[in-house]
C-alpha cells in the first residue's frame, strides 16, 4: 500500500494541468482584450472617416459665395456647386461711422 505522504504521480499531473489551463486562461485573456481594444479603434477611426466623408460630400453641393470689394460696390458671386439662395450681408459698423443710410443697406442688397 502507497503511504499518503508521498506525493502520487497524478497529483504532478493534476497541478501541471492546473498551471497549464490557468496560463492558457491569462494568454486567452490578454489577446482577447487587445483584439477588442483593435476593434474599438477601427471602429472610431472609420465613425471618424465617416463623418469627413460626410462633411465632404456637404461641401461639394454646398454653394459658395466670392465677395469681392470693387470700389464703392460689393460683387457676390456663386463659385460653389450648389445654388446660392436667400443671401444676407449683415452691414459692418465702424466707430467712427455708426449710422447707416438708406442708400448703404441698397448696396449690400442682392437680389
Excluded: C
Excluded at 15 to 27: C, E
Aim: glycine letters at 2%; hydrophobic letters at 40%; a negative charge.
Amino acid at each position: 500500500m502507497i503511504e499518503a505522504t508521498q506525493p502520487l504521480i497524478t497529483d504532478w499531473v493534476t497541478a501541471i494541468s492546473a498551471i497549464a489551463t490557468a496560463g492558457l486562461l491569462a494568454f486567452y485573456t490578454y489577446y482577447t482584450r487587445k483584439m477588442q481594444q483593435s476593434i474599438a479603434d477601427q471602429v472610431e477611426e472609420q465613425n471618424r472617416q465617416t463623418e469627413e466623408h460626410t462633411h465632404q460630400r456637404l461641401l461639394n453641393i454646398l454653394p459658395a459665395i466670392l465677395i469681392k470689394d470693387e470700389d464703392e460696390l460689393v460683387s457676390l458671386r456663386n463659385v460653389g456647386n450648389g445654388t446660392a439662395l436667400n443671401i444676407f450681408i449683415k452691414p459692418i459698423f465702424s466707430k467712427t461711422n455708426s449710422t447707416i443710410k438708406d442708400e448703404d443697406i441698397k448696396r449690400f442688397t442682392y437680389k
